[in-house]
């Protein structure tokens, strides 16, 4: 049974801009006609049985609909639809405007064509609330989420908001995600990117779109990712692939349909013997239709054994043709028929059959069987099920596939011809191969295209994607728990006030950057605030209480920036350790002609990575890269790491340790366990706390008495008892546990 089969009524609210239903309103009467899109066809099912809610524009404005408003709201409540109505001006800046004369340009990468609107921006937030308000207003407690499409991505974040963090929220992009050269030019990405990490599952068609959004992620708002998985606040928000697919065996059985049957006869003697090259495709610019006309008249021209054998069936749905775009690409596409035509037909042979109409099922499903070759050759597209489709249809397999590299489902068909679409003779070269193709070899490769495409079709794509997003939505609820429950506040910090308050001898080792102090971009500029400060000799000042700094940064700009002779300190990991006030050097080994060479390999790369810097310390020497760019940062930084390895192969008393931001090289004799094992083997103390934020700190959480107080500071994997949010919210705890004992 299908994750889909599971479901029970008010279990899942689908979210998207158009509804499964095309509406229309003739002179007072209202007519719903079921949509044909593979969305709508998966999941119609599912508002029959009354297990879906779902939301979406009905297709026409509030002006439009007038007085029959109120019996389509009817109509559509009666099929689990709840219409969310827009006014005509919000129809013209939000649909025409924001989602097809902005995102749908830009995210196909014809930047030039975007248009970037303050009046479009403001009508997709507006639009995108009402969205929210009405599905909040109607939400079924418990129920999944699932939005859909590019019209929607503030959305998952607007319904986080007024839902809770419970609410599981799945977000699909069914276009490409662009590169990030591509998205930052949008000048409201950072808001975008916010409103998808609303979502706990974000999905795509392709892995090229995951990382190209996960890429964007990183360099725009900063945040990194682990598997796929993102840190958002305080949340888990997970990204992944899920191809949508096609219903492979509606369309199979459809194609094998009498009336099909009918067609394909009809077809085959109005066309006579001429093989078929077949594409059909909605009238936009991102599809490469002019680009396919010259491939065909290049095939015409470089293969004249095939003119009067071989017809192309141009179908193309109109679309938007009221915009100068469109109708300028209309008349081009008109010009390139025109003249292919006028050059190559015969009074016998027509070259390009160019049919511009909205094409029947039946004809469409005829067209594939009757296929020689299906042409699907887009510029760049989401995924592209025409060619899916074909595969289903196409029973007889009497024909083959060309797809373009530009299409999604080229990552997944890699069976077929796979082409550049403005390299007309490739294309060219590969009509004639898939005309041309052996019997054996199309059968092979059809066979594993029809497996492929049958083994994971639109249902099963719907249930992986609401299996994932359920699984996730679990794990992200349990660690949740898991880390309310380990968190340094409430029950737990009072547990640990108490064990302070009662212990006869404490010591407290304390790291600086990032668990004491925020990050600075420069190490120097991380001054400590006059509340530290008091702080730090607050807890120092208490009977039988040791206060220990242990960092990784040298004595003298530690003591530069804590001159505060009441603590102790551990500087360079322990390469130095100051007890009331005087200096002792820890390190046994004195060679260090090894900083030399050091310098010049990080010099290399401070060059090649604008923004990153060199900090030379007495036993170490660390290459900050924090004000670097972040994808060149951390491809600089696994690219040094790798050439480090080998470096410290020829130095056995070196090591490397990858830091947050930082990769340093220092002693491997040095150790922030060790550091602290100079405190604890000479003296003993039944109260033991350690706070850290880094890997560093990780060896000494492990090596500390069982039973002490260890806290990793921000988030991630740790072997810490507890964890705070931030060096903030260690000080808050901090300052408790000085105050409890006065």
Known sequence: MSTLDSLSPGDLVLVSNRLPYTVGVSQGSVTLTPSTGGLATSMRPLLEKGVALWFGWPGLSEEQAGDAKDEINRQLRTRGVVPVWLKAEEVENYYEGFCNATIWPLFHYFADKAVFNERYWDAYVRVNERFAEEIASRYPRGAIIWVHDYHLMLLPSMLRERLGDDVPIGFFLH???????????????????????????????????????????????????????????????????????????????????????RKVEEFRKRLGGVKVIFSIDRLDYTKGLPERLRAFRRFLDKYPEFRGKVSYVFVVSPSRERVEEYARLRREINEL??????????????????????????????LYR??????????????????????????????????????????????????????????????????????????????????????????????????????????????????????????????????????????????????????????????????????????????????????????????????????????ENGAWVREKGTWKNMVTTKDLRWKDEVVKLFSVYVK????????????????????????????????????????????????????????????????????????????????????????????????????????????????????????MELRDALKKLSGVSH
Do not use: C
């Open 337 to 366: 028929v025109g003249e292919i035509n006028g050059l190559y037909s015969t009074l016998s042979w027509t070259p390009v059959i160019y049919i511009r109409r909205f094409m029947p099922n039946d004809e469409l499903l005829a």
């Open 175 to 261: 276009i490409p995600f662009p590169n990030f050269e591509v998205f930052r030019q949008l000048p409201w990405r950072a808001e975008v990117l916010k409103g998808l990490l609303g979502a706990d599952l974000i999905g795509f068609h392709t892995y090229d779109y995951m990382n190209y959004f996960l890429q964007s992620v990183s360099r725009i708002l900063g945040l990194e990712q682990e598997l796929n998985v993102i840190k958002y606040g305080d949340r888990l928000v997970k990204v992944d692939v899920f191809p949508i697919g096609v219903d492979f065996t509606g369309l199979r059985k459809m194609a094998l349909s009498d009336d099909v049957m």
């Open 608 to 727: 090649r990575t604008p923004g990153s810097f060199i900090e030379q310390k007495d036993y170490s020497i660390a290459w900050h890269y924090r004000n670097a760019p972040e994808s060149l940062g951390e491809g600089r930084a696994s690219e040094l790491m790798d050439v480090l390895s080998r470096f410290v192969a020829i130095y056995p008393e070196l090591s490397v340790v990858r830091l947050p931001k930082t990769i340093e090289v220092r002693l491997a004799e040095l150790s922030k366990a060790r550091a602290a094992r100079y405190w604890l083997d000479r003296d003993k103390y039944d109260f033991v706390l350690a706070a850290g934020d880094s890997g560093d700190d990780e060896s000494l959480f492990a090596s500390l008495p069982p039973d002490s107080v260890t806290v990793k500071v921000g988030s991630g994997p740790t072997r810490a008892k507890y964890y705070v949010r931030s060096p």
């Open 370 to 571: 009757l296929a020689s070759v299906a042409l699907v050759t887009p510029l760049r597209d989401g995924m592209n099920l025409v060619a899916k489709e074909y595969i289903a249809a196409n029973v007889d397999r009497n024909g083959f596939l060309i797809v373009s590299e530009g299409a999604g489902a080229a990552s997944e068909l890699v069976e077929a011809i796979i082409v550049n679409p403005y390299n007309y003779d490739q294309v060219a070269d590969a009509i004639k191969t898939a005309l041309t193709l052996s019997a054996p070899e199309r059968q092979r490769r059809l066979s594993a295209l029809e497996t492929r495409v049958s083994s994971y079709d639109v249902m099963a794509w719907a249930s992986d994607f609401i299996e994932s997003l359920k699984g996730f939505k679990k794990y992200q609820l349990d660690s949740a728990g898991e880390m309310s429950r380990r968190r340094l506040a409430g029950a737990a910090l009072s547990m640990v006030m108490s064990s302070f308050n009662v212990s006869s001898k404490r010591i407290l080792f304390l790291d600086y950057d990032g668990t004491l102090a925020p990050f600075a971009p420069l190490p120097s500029l991380a001054e400590p605030d006059p509340e530290l400060i008091s702080l730090l000799k607050s807890l120092a000042s208490l009977p039988n209480t040791k206060v220990v700094i242990i960092t990784s940064r040298s004595k003298v700009s530690i003591e530069r920036l804590l001159p505060i002779q009441e603590i102790d300190i551990a500087a």
